[in-house]
T-cell receptor
Framework: EAGVAQSPRYKIIEKRQSVAFWCNPI?????LYWYQQILGQGPKLLIQ????????DSQLPKDRFSAERLKGVDSTLKIQPAKLEDSAVYLC????????????FGEGSRLTVL | DAKTTQPNSMESNEEEPVHLPCNHS???????IHWYRQLPSQGPEYVIH???SNVNNRMASLAIAEDRKSSTLILHRATLRDAAVYYC???????????FGQGTELSVKP
């Protein structure tokens, strides 16, 4: 069974530029999550989707971050404009439903903002 | 959301058992206790979870204190591949979000 796919694995940009990350969850998983993991810290939930609707985006910095899951399958996370403090690994995870604690994570996309 | 306290780091020798503790004294009666681990340069992976009873699976065992204020993840025979950061995460039974703390960095010596 294919796992959660993310791309790109690595991205280097300058501050004030924009970047987008893509995630394809495990087939059949209705719930999709984006986490941000800053070096030395645990992952922090940015946004949770149930199918194509947002369940929780309370930790998403909405002035610069946006995410969509238009058809309820794959998802894109965008940052515009990027700041130095956005340097982190962006992890996508999926689960069968919203009430399970068993999430399946991708390998992440590492962003470096110079 | 329940707070957790874990040691920052622990060391183990290969092929010896490892007991990773977690304090979650503010846990509510309906919170599950989940354990995840994160190998270097990878996303976290689910290890095990439980509510009240001790649980076993192919990866590990989870021992939950009778008062549920603490739990211990047990790796019966550590291997080099078990070197990772281990996270203990309470989650409301109604499906609250998983909040990762700092975790415990486990190193395994050959």
């Amino acid at each position: 069974e294919a796992g959660v796919a993310q791309s790109p694995r690595y991205k280097i940009i300058e501050k004030r530029q924009s970047v987008a990350f893509w995630c394809n969850p495990i087939s059949g998983h209705a719930t999709l999550y984006w986490y941000q993991q800053i070096l030395g810290q645990g992952p922090k939930l940015l946004i949770q989707f149930q199918n194509n609707g947002v369940v929780d985006d309370s930790q998403l910095p909405k002035d610069r971050f946006s995410a969509e899951r238009l058809k309820g399958v794959d998802s894109t996370l965008k940052i515009q404009p990027a700041k130095l403090e956005d340097s982190a690994v962006y992890l996508c995870a999926s689960s069968f439903g919203p009430n399970t604690g068993e999430l399946f994570f991708g390998e992440g996309s590492r962003l470096t903002v110079l | 959301d329940a707070k957790t306290t874990q040691p920052n780091s622990m060391e183990s020798n290969e092929e010896e058992p490892v007991h990773l503790p977690c304090n979650h004294s503010t846990i509510s009666g309906t919170d599950y206790i989940h354990w995840y681990r994160q190998l270097p340069s990878q996303g976290p992976e689910y290890v095990i979870h439980g509510l009240t009873s001790n649980v076993n699976n192919r990866m590990a065992s989870l021992a939950i204190a009778e008062d549920r204020k603490s739990s211990t993840l047990i790796l019966h025979r550590a291997t080099l591949r078990d070197a990772a950061v281990y996270y203990c995460i309470p989650q409301n039974a109604r499906g609250g979000k998983l909040i990762f703390g700092q975790g415990t960095e486990l190193s395994v010596k050959p």
